[in-house]
């Protein structure tokens, strides 16, 4: 028998019942995902412009450096906005074929807690601890 709390939040080893919930919430975390990106994107669309219509000397520009590490952070940002609709676009398709919430290597259950703080989660926490 699942335990109280996993019965109370519609939860039972590790596979979230209540599926429309769980759409609901990829579905917001992705379009969440995409209008950050959307921003970084044109953010990054503005320094670029910026530093072409500044000086063409990074290296002697004392502006250089500050434009060079924004254009990057940006950059970081937008990658890592990009892995983010990957792993949402992922948890859809587990949610589809009837998979969400199992580990993806294991095959153990994906705890309820992790997959309440990180809905696109494809791992257990052991073995996502393993992976680092």
Known sequence: ???????????????????????????????????????LERDQADIVAAAQAANGDDEHDPEGATIAFEREHTAALAGQ??????????ALSRLDAGRYGTCERC??????????????????????ARAR
């Open 1 to 39: 028998m699942p335990p109280a709390f996993a019965q109370s939040n519609g939860w039972y080893a590790g596979i979230m019942t209540k599926l429309p919930e769980v759409r609901r919430r990829l579905a917001a975390d992705r379009a969440a995902a995409l209008a950050q990106l959307g921003r």
């Open 81 to 90: 906005a990009r892995r983010h609709l990957a792993d949402i676009d992922a």
């Open 107 to 128: 095959g153990g259950p994906v705890s309820p807690a992790r997959l309440a703080a990180r809905p696109a989660a494809a791992t257990c926490i052991t073995c996502a």
